[in-house]
């Protein structure tokens, strides 16, 4: 199969970055926010809460909480966030231009966020024509605490969320050039609300087309407050699940949806259903992947390491040089990379998911040398070069492995 353009389309969690990285989760003032039972608003290592949550979780007003927790400091750097857009501007960047369209469908408030988004996003070459502004409303943003020494120095992040227009960005709002695209990505939609609740219709819609669908998810915090305990549903479940041809998840995420008490259990349950293709991550420690044969050729549920390459020069890093944040969304962004890369060249059924493991790993792992989620390039191709030498050292490293 040989195609003249592949094009890529994307939509959900898309927002303002603001950075703060000189926090410690062992402060007192970080513990005084800190969550005491799951879903509870309060503040956790590796995991979202809303504004609204958490100032009803302290009883305080959110910019008081915000000064006690970062010592009045403002934040240290401003970036693009969010599962959806990181993903497709690190896609952009690894991809040729001359084979490969990426295109993200969101939107923003007319603010100074928003205005703020839009100027960086400039000097990408995502496809922006269906990125619309909502007049009156907020542009949402995540201001990301981040503690450079937890976890024996690998760092984790905690993040606090106002959803703001997201709100209000509607499934009619996609226009069919969305489900006619080559691959169809679906980023954190958990923070678009009403995106979330129609996944399923969605990816119907996706795959009606002949579109290859990607999920890649995000801590579900609003449906963990409303039901703890019972798992997280993607749409209606089973059949989103059904109808997606990668499915990418974190260890908690893969736990919260697939309703199981371990990553093992949760790998173990999903390779069960025999859904098309998934890839949990979890952090620094081994990630789990699996194919049934359809679009990528047959892969028994395996274990694969972190690059060691990538371990080895983040062993020798400087303090407060790069953070975690993004490490999932470039991740993300790797894999479906890898998948257009494989569909400009072989049928569904032929793709090589160790191919798009090493893109993806490679691509998580360089988030760590620089601080947000995205890359700024000074010229284009400047990533993929860095990125390229990772992934090829990884290949050698899991050779192997999956077998």
Known sequence: MLKNKIVISGTGCALADFLYTKISFASKAFQDYASKKAGDGGLS??????????????????????SEITNRETFNAFNIGGPALVSLIHASQLLPASGFDVNFYGCTGDDDTGRLIRSFLRRTRLGLDHYITLHNRKTPFTDVLSDLSYGNGQG?????????????????????????????CFGGTALVPNLHDHLTSLLQRAKSSGSLTVVNTVFDFRNERMNPGKPWPLGTTSESLKLTDMLIMDCEEAIKISGQQSIEQAALYFSEQSYSAFIITNGSKALFAY???????????????VSSAIVAELGNRAPGVGDTTGCGDNFAGGIVASMACQLARYQPGDFDLKEALAWGVASGGFACFYLGGTYNEQKTGEKSEQIRRYKTAYLKQINGHGL
């Open 45 to 66: 290592p590796g995991r979202l809460v809303f504004v609204e949550e958490l100032e009803r979780f302290a009883g305080e007003l959110y910019p008081f909480i915000l």
């Open 156 to 184: 984790e992040r905690s993040f606090i969320s106002n959803i703001g227009c997201a709100w209000n960005y509607l499934p009619e709002m996609l226009p069919g050039s969305f489900f006619n695209s080559d691959i169809v």
């Open 291 to 305: 194919s049934n044969g359809s679009v990528f050729k047959p892969m028994k549920l395996s274990q694969f390491p």
